[in-house]
């Protein structure tokens, strides 16, 4: 097993984002919003954050040598312990950065990562995630041996072991192989165990991570699912029986998406994003406080299309309310002027999915009898459709 660290206590850090040819200033603020609360999922504290303009990343150091020399002589005597790249570093790039800075320096994939290690509980969770790091190191070993021989703790430093350190590729690939074999087994598992369930419909929570999935969750199903105000809080897929009116269903909570998810995660996690593709339902849940709620929206259909689940019936959850009006109205605005808005937002999202959108606060607990209408009607559609004969399932 990947040995795991300590992160230390609001270790320091400092982030850093390239503005590509693609993107503008204000998307790359918002990419490092999120990096921001990457970092103090996992225990940092951001001191402060730069920025470069480059039509693409500088093959050796990513940003350019006077920005990596500004970035430099800011961290001198300031005791920074990290510094977080927004986009993916090669072995070489960390390995010059880091003789150029003289501080440990990591990229957005290593930092999800290492999230992900903190938070895996079950034997299936940590060999997902001990996959998607081995996967993650094996392209950057050149360059990444003396970054892995860091022994102090914190963020970033969740990879192997002192005693792998001179381990080669063809090791390596070794233990991929041999992790791939112990997941395929837990897969069978799995997939029997959901085999296992019956004639049930299924439903799944899907979303980008921290919209309120597993909240909801506790909500619906009326039992305790671990939630809190910070990132991939669940990693594991929770799976409760509920029964609105007599009509039983399996409401499964999943991984919450994000944009630049690493690829080996999506890959190692399979068997948990199963649990979406399996689903008769899907319950898209957005948080429409959030100022990019659209693009996360997206980022969660684009994911949706990628692992072949984005076709199947879906009602989309605009969670949060409370918040959005509280960032939304003022208090001189008019109470028609409020309503008139809310309004014009219900009429666009409905027109957007084609009448399935439902705006809800579950902190509030607000219209979640019009959700658990929904949900029922969309469950009773699907027992009509599958099993016929089952009249107690549809009345």
Do not use: C
């Not at 070794?174 to 439903?203: M, P």
């Not at 007599?246 to 890959?267: A, M, Q, Y």
């Amino acid at each position: 097993m990947l040995e795991k660290k300590n992160i230390l206590k609001e270790e320091r850090a400092v982030l850093v984002g390239l503005v590509h040819k693609d993107q503008t200033e204000q998307q790359v603020q918002e990419y490092l919003d999120e990096l921001a609360f990457l970092a103090e999922t996992a225990g940092a504290v951001t001191i402060k954050r730069f920025t470069q303009k480059l039509p693409h990343p500088d093959s050796r150091t990513f940003v350019g040598k006077g920005k990596l020399e500004e970035i430099r002589l800011y961290i001198q005597g300031k005791n920074i312990g990290i510094v977080i790249f927004d986009d993916e570093l090669t072995g070489a790039q960390i390995n010059n950065i880091e003789k150029a800075l003289e501080v440990k320096t990591i990229d957005r994939s290593d930092l999800i990562l290492d999230i992900f290690a903190r938070r895996a509980k079950t034997a299936q969770a940590k060999a997902q995630v001990e996959l998607a790091q081995y996967q993650y190191i094996l392209p950057r070993l050149r360059g990444m041996w003396k970054h892995l021989e860091r022994l102090g703790g914190g963020i970033g430093t969740r990879g192997p072991g002192e005693s792998e350190i001179e381990t080669d590729r063809r090791i390596v690939r070794d233990k991929i192989s041999l992790l791939r074999k112990r997941l395929a087994e837990i897969d069978k598992q799995a997939y029997t165990q959901r085999k296992d369930r019956g004639e049930f419909i299924r439903v799944a929570l899907v979303g980008y991570t921290n919209v309120g999935k597993s909240t909801l969750m506790t909500l619906l199903s009326k039992s305790d699912v671990f939630a809190e105000n910070k990132l991939f809080a669940t990693l594991d897929t929770t799976t409760r029986k509920v029964v609105f009116e007599n009509t039983p269903f399996l409401l499964s909570d999943t991984v919450g998406f994000i944009r630049k998810l690493p690829h080996h995660l999506v890959e190692s996690f399979k068997s948990t994003l199963d649990e979406v593709r399996e689903a008769d339902i899907l319950l898209h849940v957005v948080d429409i406080s959030h100022p990019a709620y659209e693009d996360q929206l997206g980022v969660v259909n684009k994911t949706l299309q990628e692992i072949g689940a984005f076709d199947k019936p879906t009602l989309t959850i605009f969670n949060k309310m409370d918040l959005y009006e509280e960032h939304t109205f003022d208090e001189w605005l008019e109470e028609s002027t409020k309503k008139e808005i809310l309004e014009d937002l219900r009429e666009r999202w409905n027109n957007e999915t084609n009448g399935n959108a439902i705006f809800i606060s579950a902190i509030e607990r607000r219209n979640l009898d019009q959700l658990r209408a929904g949900i029922l009607e969309k469950v009773r559609q699907m027992y009509r459709v599958r099993y016929p004969y089952k009249t107690e399932f549809l009345y």
